[in-house]
């Protein structure tokens, strides 16, 4: 029993072990993705906002990412939808996966938040959501500084403004190949929902775990097939039948 425990254990370790391989080795190797036309690196202001974004959970309410669909296209504002190049300056990207507020990849082009007049609608919006959408979910961030507010209005006033405009309408149906190349498969050109190269650390730590855990359990099997169950009691009765001979 006490074998099959240790068994269990080392097991667990090695898991663990070729967990933190596969999380640790993908970071070594750089992105393919080359900057989207336009996008710039964020400013210390941005950046600054893009952290109090990130502190105060908005990414758990808000998506960043417009997909090639009918129904995203009302978070569009005049560009295209979202391709992974986007976000090479983004660590950690805020794509997010929920939707209880509206997107907010290209708030930065929406004609109510664009410009000085724009800035004070976010900060209106910000301090007093419900005064300006009855129905918003949205808490107030009126305990936030000013100066505070002031970045968080930065931030979003930059996402989707750096994005070329495009004044046809777009067509989902030729957006839609590149968006489900780019994130559900690997090895394509011109870059990939994830790196290729960081896939094989993942099959080398499972082909590990379950290479320790037969050998475990081989070894176990066999240490219990060369096990005597009855040997302590022959020595017992041996040392007893040695103490009745003196």
């Avoid at 082009?109 to 919006?125: H, I, M, P, T």
Wanted: glycine share 8%.
């Amino acid at each position: 029993m006490n074998r099959l425990f240790e068994v269990f254990l080392g097991t667990i370790v090695l898991f663990l072990l070729a967990l933190a391989v596969v999380e640790s080795l993908p970071g070594l190797y750089p992105s393919s993705y080359q900057p989207a036309p336009g996008l710039v690196q964020y400013t210390q202001e941005q950046l600054a906002g893009r952290n109090i974004y990130r502190r105060e959970g908005c990414v758990y309410c808000h998506s960043q990412q417009v997909r090639p669909l009918e129904i995203d296209a009302r978070y569009l504002h005049g560009t295209r939808p979202s391709i992974p190049e986007d976000y090479v300056y983004d660590n950690p990207h805020f794509m997010g996966t929920e939707r209880i507020g509206p997107d907010l990849s290209n708030v930065g082009r929406d004609n109510d938040y664009v410009s000085e007049k724009g800035r004070q609608n976010l900060a209106q919006l910000l301090y007093s959501p419900r005064s300006m959408q009855p129905e918003s979910l949205m808490p107030s961030y009126d305990y936030l500084g000013d100066r505070e507010i002031q970045q968080l209005i930065s931030y979003l006033q930059y996402l989707g403004a750096w994005k070329k405009p495009y004044s046809q309408p777009i067509d989902f149906n030729q957006w839609q190949p590149h968006y489900w190349d780019t994130n559900l498969k690997e090895g394509n050109e011109g870059g990939t929902g994830r790196n290729s190269g960081a896939i094989w650390p993942i099959w080398i730590g499972i082909a590990v775990v379950m290479g320790a855990v037969i050998v475990g359990i081989l070894w176990s099997w066999r240490t219990d097939q060369n096990h005597d169950p009855e040997g302590p009691a022959h020595i017992m009765i041996g040392q007893q039948d040695h103490i009745r001979v003196e």
